[in-house]
């Protein structure tokens, strides 16, 4: 099983950034699917995450400002960061497992893809 994410990088604060995360070895439409991220010195904390029947949770912070999405025919999840802060600065990485309970606990999550760094900074 694979997570390739993609999509980080240097973004203005108030612009946006498209993550992708791109899943080999497993159907992603069957699993649950979840943005985490880990700033400098800080644990890791779930962003997002999405069931397959389309039901989202986002942390608070980031509510009206990312949306998780996912192509199933691409077996990709996606997330749109509008409106970015320099507090978003962080390693985003993408998670899958077979239900909520488990995505949105960093210890359960069954596969991890690895970090993709986004950077907010004027």
């Known amino acids: 099983v694979q997570l390739q994410a993609s999509g980080g990088g240097l973004v203005q604060p108030g612009g946006s950034l498209r993550l992708s995360c791109a899943a080999s070895?497993?159907?992603?439409?069957?699993?649950?699917m979840g943005w985490y991220r880990q700033a400098p010195g800080k644990q890791r904390e779930l962003v997002a995450a999405?069931?397959?029947?389309?039901?989202?949770v986002y942390k608070e912070s980031v509510k009206g400002r990312f949306t998780i999405s996912r192509d199933n025919a691409k077996n990709t999840v996606y997330l749109q960061m509008n409106s970015v802060k320099p507090e978003d600065t962080a390693v985003y990485y993408c998670?899958?497992?077979?239900?909520?309970?488990?995505?949105?606990?960093?210890?359960?999550?069954?596969?991890w893809g690895q970090g993709t760094l986004v950077t907010v900074s004027s």
């Open positions: 998670a899958s497992s077979s239900s909520l309970a488990s995505v949105v606990v960093p210890e359960k999550v069954r596969y």
């Open positions: 070895g497993i159907i992603l439409s069957t699993n649950v």
């Open positions: 999405i069931t397959s029947a389309g039901t989202t």
